[in-house]
């Protein structure tokens, strides 16, 4: 009889501990549902554009080359009148507006107005890099893990009637924020917000390469 009992209540003790199992593996079966649940279901991951020496790199963490050449796509794309900018200028606007911030946008909308009432908007505008002044570390200026300063010298054509009539260097200071604002209108999750300071009329244009290259100079001023 005592072994009998002895056996009942081993078997209950082990069940009993089969029971809290169960419980405990329930438990974490529940939390790591909840976890995928809550996992975004797009992680944005920077490549640097050299892997020669490897790179680690943070879940969101932007890389500065990636800052620089996402504001550069954009603003020589709202720079891009190809027949004449009282229509192309607004309807870059418009199209790019995913990657502006509204105050950018309002802002370049007054400049819009501006140029239409000085008669400024009858020609076609072109803007690309100076081939002498890629992308180096100093271009890109960090503020923040959420804001950027980057520094673009380009070239900047405008043409009427087959005549070139603007054809100048000129370095844009631009603000990059982050922007996860509408991940199916803008992948990037980044966008303009305007000048840093006013841009600069670049004289001489290769002459002035040590002035150009070293823009820190130009933070905080």
């Not at 943070?58 to 027949?83: C, K, T």
């Not at 107005?113 to 960090?142: F, I």
């Not at 803008?186 to 290769?206: C, T």
């Amino acid at each position: 009889m005592g072994r009998t009992k002895k056996a009942l209540d081993g078997r209950d003790s082990h069940i009993l501990t089969l029971r809290i199992l169960l419980g405990l593996l329930s438990v974490a079966l529940i939390l790591t549902i909840m976890g995928w649940r809550d996992a975004p279901e797009h992680i944005k991951v920077d490549i640097p554009p050299d892997l020669r020496s490897g790179s680690t790199r943070g879940i969101d963490e932007r890389h500065p080359f990636n800052i620089y050449a996402f504001g550069y796509y954009i603003w020589q794309q709202m720079n891009n009148w190809p027949v004449e900018g009282t229509d192309n200028y607004k309807q870059q606007i418009e199209r790019l507006s995913c990657y502006i911030t509204p105050r950018f946008k309002g802002e370049l909308e007054r400049d819009y107005q501006q140029r239409l009432l000085n008669h400024e908007l009858t020609r076609s505008r072109a803007l690309q890099e100076m081939p002498d002044r890629p992308y180096t570390a100093k271009r890109v200026y960090v503020e923040s893990g959420d804001s950027w300063v980057a520094f673009y010298d380009v070239n900047v054509k405008e043409t009427f009637r087959s005549e070139i009539v603007k054809d100048i260097f000129v370095r844009y200071p631009i603000r990059v924020v982050r922007w996860d604002v509408d991940p199916e209108c803008n992948l990037w999750g980044l966008a303009l917000d305007g000048f840093y300071k006013k841009p600069r009329r670049l004289e001489g244009g290769s002459r002035e390469q040590d002035d150009v290259q070293n823009t820190s100079s130009e933070i905080g001023e």
